[in-house]
């Protein structure tokens, strides 16, 4: 493959091209839209876990799609038998809960809610890490001594708790309010992270160039550091969109989340509460929100770990099957854990 | 010693500015606890000068007092560690949270090293023999682990082993009747209801350590340094323990700050669903019962944990790893 591995190289690309003056427009997007999209794309897709984690996305995509265009019949008490079990009667293919709604339905239905939410706190969780991540690293100095310490104070204070209080001030029933309420301290962790590795990236010899030749601050971030953290950044908004999904269900599962309508997470709290905790009979009523739970964070694990396969130049090389490997001294993923 | 006394000031200095936090949660957030606690005694048809009494013998506040007196006020409250009155238990907040507080402690560091431990042997296995058939089958069992929250652990756990087989007690930390002592049945009641939240909060934790360890395992095989020590003819055992172990494991370690909070601010979660009596689990009977100065109390202990809980990481970070700096950088 003719693609620099080294994941520094694609940070003076801008620059080759830009001195290039004989490329027309024209090439030079092509050239963009191989380098950027088809190869990796292609490195991507020959990785079975990104198959299967776009997969299952896009199995949610489609649920959310049918709700949105109502193709499936809203959820109700009494529309079916109590207690119908998971295929015994097709009309119902996940069976019914203690009122006799229809489990598919209740999944189906809030399908959207839930992917807006992830999606909200994902967004907002990463810009704000890699605004002050960049920022802080980059600048150094005072800069750094302030927004250091502000993340330091925020990430002193669990999360959980956190978003407790919070919602009991807010009640945030919006999706996209949650998502942020949710992810309300996530962003100094992983801006911490960000900040440590923009550390490394300052002092590359390319950097110092655009520095000695006055390059302003701004243009140096998003041209030099920011394609740099990019891969980085990606495989943690994945992991901030599963922390989001986790934190969300868990609230609403013990109740501390207002809501109106039900969704997974209330799904999952009604099933353990109304007495499928002690038969088995209704053991389906608790395992479909798992399942759909479940299945949502696992595609988006997937899906960030054959991204890593992707963007980490290591693993790269070693898939073009070039003998030399980079070493690149990269942080691991600090947020992975929860 | 610089670094350590630098770390040690920074102590005090957090937990001053949780505290005001706290006071500012307490009385700026509009709906605030107290307001709507306020509303409400209002709506009972409490008279006014009643319901501000009331409010002042609950939590140092005097809701006619300017602001900042209010602030000094509870930040003195805090200093000598009055956190109010619980309203639900109907005793002071303090002691509720002393009781708790060793419960959620005991359950997250236990936990923790379980999960940590198991996960960077897991790992360095993995890396180890990288490739192989059990990396292959530890890498897809770690991915799902990964997508399974401690939750939903618990409580399939709870349903199979504690509802339906009956081996575990579905709530408390230690059984009626079994007072606190040095006795073995005491102990062992201890662990027999604290089993099933520490496995469930484990199990959860082990696929991120397990894949993170073997990233950096194998990341570190490939060094040269290890190369030479083979070539000088070490051991494989201390190669694999001084220059493999070692290295592999200290960038964990600064992501240890992190799983901590993440890990703490869990146990809400966790407690309320083994009705485990913790910091978490009172905090969420706090909310139900909209018992506001047993809830702020909760969050600021758990606060303090937290940031005591770092303090002592981040020492002990400095025995491992010699090189640690203040971390000061050059202004461009």
């Not at chain 1, 193709?71 to 009667?89: C, K």
């Not at chain 2, 957090?14 to 606890?33: E, K, N, Q, S």
Request: proline residues 5%; contains cysteine; negative net charge.
């Amino acid at each position: 493959m003719s693609t620099e591995p080294d994941s520094a190289a694609e940070g003076i690309d801008w620059r080759s091209e830009a001195s290039n003056a004989e490329m027309s427009r024209r090439d030079r997007l092509s050239e963009l839209y191989e380098q950027k999209i088809r190869v990796p794309a292609v490195v991507a897709w020959s990785d079975d876990r990104t198959r299967l984690g776009l997969l299952i996305i896009s199995v949610y995509l489609f649920m959310a799609l049918v709700d949105i265009f109502g193709l499936w019949r809203d959820s109700s008490p009494n529309q079916a038998d109590r207690f119908l079990r998971p295929f015994e009667n097709m009309q119902y293919p996940l069976g019914t809960t203690n009122s006799g709604r229809d489990l598919l339905a209740l999944i189906i239905d809030s399908t959207p809610f839930i992917l807006l939410m992830v999606l909200a706190g994902g967004v907002w969780a990463t810009t704000l890490a890699v605004a002050v991540g960049t920022l802080s690293g980059y600048k150094g100095g005072t800069v750094d001594t302030v927004i250091t310490a502000i993340s330091d104070f925020f990430m002193a204070i669990p999360g959980l708790p956190l978003v407790i209080v919070l919602a009991i001030a807010l009640s945030p029933e919006n999706p996209i309010l949650l998502g942020v309420v949710l992810t309300i301290n996530y962003w100094a962790g992983l801006g911490r992270s960000i900040r440590s590795q923009v550390l490394s990236i300052r002092e590359a010899s390319y950097v110092e160039a655009s520095r000695t030749m006055g390059t302003s601050t701004p243009r140096i971030i998003i041209k030099d550091v920011l394609p740099n953290i990019m891969p980085y950044v990606m495989v943690n908004f994945v992991l901030a969109a599963r922390y989001t999904i986790f934190a969300a269900v868990g609230l609403y599962f013990i109740g501390v989340l207002p809501y109106s309508g039900q969704n997974w997470g209330v799904t999952l709290s009604n099933a353990y509460y109304q007495g499928s905790l002690f038969s088995m009979q209704a053991l389906h009523w608790l395992l479909v929100p798992i399942i759909a739970i479940v299945g949502l964070a696992f595609g988006l694990i997937l899906l960030s770990q054959g991204m890593d396969r992707i963007f980490n130049p290591r693993v790269r090389t070693r898939l073009t099957g070039e003998s030399e490997s980079v070493t690149e001294d990269t942080d691991t993923s600090t947020t992975e854990m929860i | 010693m610089n670094y350590y006394l630098k770390r040690t000031a920074q102590i005090p200095l957090t937990i001053f500015a949780v505290a005001t936090l706290t006071f500012g949660l307490i009385r700026l957030l509009p709906g605030g606890p107290f307001t709507q606690l306020r509303l409400e005694l209002l709506q009972q048809g409490v008279p006014a000068e009643q319901v501000d009494a009331r409010i002042e013998a609950l939590q140092n506040i005097r809701p006619d007092a300017p602001l900042w007196q209010q602030y000094l006020d509870y930040m003195v409250g805090v200093a000598q560690l009055d956190l109010g009155q619980s309203i639900s238990l109907n005793e002071p907040v303090i002691d509720v949270l002393a009781r708790s507080l060793p419960w959620t402690v005991f359950l997250v560091v236990t936990s923790t090293i379980l999960m940590f431990v198991v996960g960077v042997v897991i790992g360095s296995l993995q890396a180890y023999w990288e490739g192989s058939r059990f990396d292959r089958l530890t890498s897809g069992g770690s991915i799902f682990l990964m997508s399974v929250p401690y939750y939903i652990f618990a409580v399939i756990f709870l349903f199979i082993l504690a509802f339906q087989l009956q081996l575990f007690p579905t709530g408390n930390a230690v059984d009626r009747g079994v007072d606190a002592s040095l006795s073995l049945a005491y102990f062992s009641s201890v662990l027999h209801h604290a089993a099933l939240p520490i496995l469930a909060f484990t199990i959860s934790g082990i696929g991120s350590t397990a894949l993170n360890m073997r990233g950096n395992g194998i990341q570190v095989l490939g060094k040269e340094y290890v190369e030479v020590a083979r070539l000088r003819g070490l051991s494989n055992n201390r190669i694999a323990t001084r220059y493999v172990a070692r290295n592999a494991i200290l960038p964990m370690y600064t992501g240890l700050l992190l799983l901590i909070g993440f890990r703490l601010g869990g146990t809400v979660v966790l407690e309320e669903i083994f009705s485990y009596p913790g910091l978490g689990y009172y905090m969420i009977q706090a909310v139900n019962a909209n018992d506001y100065p047993l809830m702020m109390g909760c969050f600021l202990v758990i606060t303090v944990t937290l940031v005591v809980g770092v303090y002592i990481a981040d020492l002990t970070y400095g025995l491992i790893d010699p090189r640690i700096s203040a971390g000061d950088s050059d202004e461009y």
